[in-house]
């Protein structure tokens, strides 16, 4: 508990030091803040790629849109034009009112394994930017660059405005909440946890929450990419789905967890499809490959490229890959893609997992409906429209799918219609995600609740307060002195 009270004394009841500051030196603290983190960039990329496994590349860009998000958001409240953080005294009939954005209070954050750094400073650098006082859960599996941060955070910030905690969440977290202390929940994870998480607190009514969960997001290919002239447009498709699919080795919220393909093309697509799953680049994050490059800009003839497929970040997962294709497999699908499901380095000790791509998928099989967060790649045939609008109204998770076309009428039409109302975003031809971060990021049903973006989330870890008086000289004279 004593993280507990060092934040407790940084909020004050709303009068501590940084909840007073201005915005203008909130925004300053947090500018000298990644001065200082650019200083780490390199030893944060080489933890990242080390300790979860991301490629160096992907490692990155991961603290580069890191560093990007922080820069917009502080572009997006400096812009004269943003009414919301450079409000004046405005009358509304015989009332003037002044309306500012302040702080919640003490927001408990907690990120996820997969990108420590940009998902947890989504929620923390608007939080903090807000006024509000930050206590960290450090994730059990990639906490290590949290690590690295530390120093800055003491140097850049007031005493106690961000508090770490690390260890196990279900140890540490519920004490925490049970104390009524704690005013808004950021949780960046699972759906069962964020609900336990949020009963343990004693007045969860007032508990200000913004969760991303899980997503069974969608790939649609429709009958029409099928026919003939339609090849490029749908070899395009396969690679942008393989893309969405297994980037990071599909441990991704926005990753395409399922593939929708007509029935009587879906033996011959799985076949292609599998082909070029063979031909992904499979070994350790810092591992480089030299490929031909046929681009006329670039000078060399080869470019250096890294491992698509890396190791997962512990047994657990592999235990679960496994589970998930054993099911499919029992009840009729086969893995398609050579060696798919395969250890590379040895059963008991490796986790890096040839990706399995799974034909024919049904709903009788658990992949068909569990979020896989992981190489596992199904392909589910259809016979007409209605089983894909089904799956989309029933589903669990609404965060967002991709339909890949050549029209713009017809089936495409129906289904942007129906999904309109069931997902948080549509994708056209291209694979789901969250960028760019000035675009809303949300999510509906168990996939989300509250709005990511470079002013959304500003909105999300604030509340409006309002003052206002009578237009008559008493007042005005009162507010004058005041201002």
């Known amino acids: 508990m004593t993280v507990l009270e060092s934040a407790k004394r940084a909020w004050n009841g709303g009068a501590g030091t940084w909840p007073q500051m201005s915005l203008a030196g909130r ?59 450079n409000s004046d005294w405005e009358t509304i009939g015989k009332t003037r009112a002044f309306v500012r954005r302040a702080a919640i209070g003490i927001i408990l954050c907690l990120g996820p394994f997969n990108y420590p750094l940009n998902e947890t400073y989504a929620t923390l650098i608007p939080a903090l930017l807000m006024g509000n006082v930050v206590i960290m859960k450090i994730p059990t599996i990639g906490g290590l660059a949290h690590l690295l941060a530390m ?57 200000k929450l913004f969760l991303q969960l899980e997503a069974k997001n969608m790939a649609i290919f429709l009958p029409d990419l099928f ?36 029935g009587e093309h879906s033996e011959a697509f799985s076949k292609v499809f599998a082909a070029k799953v063979d031909s992904l680049r499979v070994g350790l994050p810092w591992q480089t490959w030299e490929e031909e490059c046929d681009a ?47 250890i590379l380095g040895g059963e008991t000790e490796s986790t890096l997992m040839i990706p399995a791509v799974l034909y024919p998928v049904d709903a009788t099989m658990d992949i068909y409906e569990e979020e896989q967060f992981g190489p596992v790649v199904p392909i589910a045939p259809y016979d007409d429209i209605g089983t894909i609008l089904k799956y989309g109204r029933e589903g669990k998770y609404g965060q967002q799918c991709s339909i890949f076309t050549t029209q713009g009428h017809g089936s495409a039409a129906t289904i942007l219609d129906h999904f309109s109302s069931v997902f948080g975003k549509v994708n056209i031809n291209s694979q789901c995600g969250r960028s760019p971060d000035t675009l809303p990021f949300s999510g509906r049903r168990s996939s989300a ?35």
Request: proline share 5%; with cysteine.
């Open 27 to 85: 925004i300053e603290a947090l500018e000298k803040l990644f001065l200082k983190l650019a200083d780490k960039r390199e030893e944060i990329v080489s933890i990242l790629m080390w300790e979860i496994g991301k490629n160096r590349k992907d490692a990155e860009a991961e603290f580069d849109r890191t560093v990007s998000f922080a820069e917009q958001t502080i572009a997006a409240i400096k812009s004269p034009s943003n009414n919301e953080f």
């Open 151 to 207: 120093e800055a955070f003491a140097e850049a910030l007031p005493s106690g405005v961000v508090n770490f905690v690390s260890g196990s969440g279900r140890e540490t977290m519920p004490p925490l909440m049970k104390t009524a202390s704690i005013d808004g929940l950021a949780f960046i994870g699972g759906s069962a946890a964020a609900d336990s998480l949020i009963k343990s607190h004693p007045e969860p009514h007032r508990l």
């Open 227 to 262: 026919e003939e002239g339609n090849k490029h447009a749908l070899d395009r498709a396969i690679s942008e789905t393989i893309t969405g699919s297994l980037s990071y080795n599909g441990q991704r919220c926005t990753a395409l967890k399922i593939i929708f393909v007509p």
């Open 296 to 342: 006329p800009e670039v000078n060399s003839k080869k470019t250096k490229k890294y491992a698509n497929i890396t190791p997962l970040p512990g047994m657990k997962r592999v235990a679960y890959m496994n589970k998930l294709i054993s099911d499919a497999t029992s009840k009729g699908a086969s893995i398609v893609n050579t060696n798919g499901g395969s």
């Open 449 to 483: 609740l509250g709005v990511m973006s470079v002013m959304d989330a500003l909105r999300e870890f604030s509340i409006p307060t309002v003052v206002t008086y009578k237009e008559d000289g008493f007042s005005s004279s009162v507010v004058e002195n005041i201002s």
